[in-house]
C-alpha cells in the first residue's frame, strides 16, 4: 500500500524536471532591472564591504540568479 | 606474469591511440563557418554569407538587452568603417524576442554594417554560443577563424590586428 501511494509521488516529482535549458538569447526577461536581486552595484559593492569588514572575510558572497547571463 | 601486464598493457595504449589521433586531427581541422541567409531588421533584401565569400566576415550575435553589445556594436562599427574597403565586413545578427526591442535600440545607433534578425533562432543554434554576445571571425576562405565571446571597451583593437592579418591573406 505504501509502495503504491509513492507511486504518484514519484511521477510528479519526475513531472518537475526537465530536459530543456534557457537558452543564451532567451534571457531577455532575465536582463530586465526589476529581475535582479539588486539593482544598485554601487550600493551592492558597500554593503558587501562592510559586512566582509565586519566578519573579517571576503569571498563567496555572489550567487547566481536572474541577470542576462552576459560574459 | 610481467610478459602478461606488458601485452595488456599494449593492448590499452593501441585502444587509447586512436582517439587521440581523431582529437588531434580534429584540432587541427578548419570548420566552415555555417551558411546562413537572413532578412534585415529593416525589412530590406536578405544578407547570406555565402554571398561574402572572399572577404572577411565578423558575425556577431547581440541583442538590445544585452549590455556588452552595447559597447560592441559601435566600436565594431568604427573597425568596419575603417577597413570595408580593404575587404572587411560585420553582420550583426539580433537575436531579440521583439524586433521593436531591437529596432528601437538602434534608432540610439548609427551603424553603417547589416543588421539581420533571426527569428526562428537557427544561426546562434547552428554556430552553438553559449553567451551573450558571441561573434565569430571567418576568413577570406570561408572558414572560421575564431570566437570573440563578451566584449569589453577597447576589445576592438585587438580584433582589429587580427582582422588586418586576416585581410592580408590571399582567398
Known amino acids: 500500500m505504501k509502495k503504491l501511494l509513492l507511486l504518484p509521488f514519484v511521477l510528479v516529482l519526475a513531472a518537475c524536471t526537465t530536459t530543456e535549458s534557457v537558452q543564451p538569447w532567451e534571457r531577455g526577461q532575465l536582463a530586465r532591472t526589476d529581475m535582479a536581486w539588486n539593482t544598485d552595484p554601487l550600493h551592492n559593492a558597500m554593503r558587501e564591504h562592510v559586512y566582509t569588514s565586519k566578519e573579517g572575510a571576503s569571498g563567496g558572497l555572489s550567487t547566481g540568479g536572474g541577470g542576462c547571463g552576459c560574459y | ?171
Open chain 2, 1 to 171: 606474469m610481467m610478459l602478461k601486464r606488458l601485452r595488456r598493457i599494449r593492448l590499452h595504449l593501441l585502444l587509447i591511440l586512436p582517439m587521440l589521433l581523431g582529437s588531434i586531427s580534429f584540432g587541427l581541422q578548419a570548420a566552415p563557418a555555417p551558411d546562413f541567409t537572413l532578412p534585415r531588421l529593416d525589412g530590406s533584401e536578405s544578407v547570406s554569407l555565402a554571398s561574402l565569400r572572399g572577404k572577411v566576415v565578423y558575425v556577431d550575435f547581440w541583442a538590445s538587452w544585452c549590455a556588452p553589445c552595447t559597447v560592441a556594436l559601435p566600436e565594431m562599427d568604427k573597425v568596419r568603417r575603417d577597413l570595408h574597403a580593404r575587404g572587411f565586413e560585420v553582420i550583426a545578427i539580433n537575436l531579440d524576442e521583439s524586433e521593436a526591442d531591437a529596432i528601437r535600440f538602434l534608432q540610439r545607433m548609427n551603424l553603417s554594417y547589416p543588421i539581420v534578425t533571426d527569428p526562428a533562432k537557427s544561426t546562434p543554434t547552428a554556430y552553438k554560443i553559449a553567451g551573450m554576445p558571441t561573434a565569430f571571425l571567418i576568413d577570406r576562405r570561408g572558414e572560421l577563424h575564431s570566437t570573440h565571446a563578451g566584449f569589453r571597451p577597447g576589445d576592438s583593437a585587438k580584433l582589429r590586428l587580427t582582422i588586418e592579418q586576416l585581410l592580408q591573406e590571399t582567398p
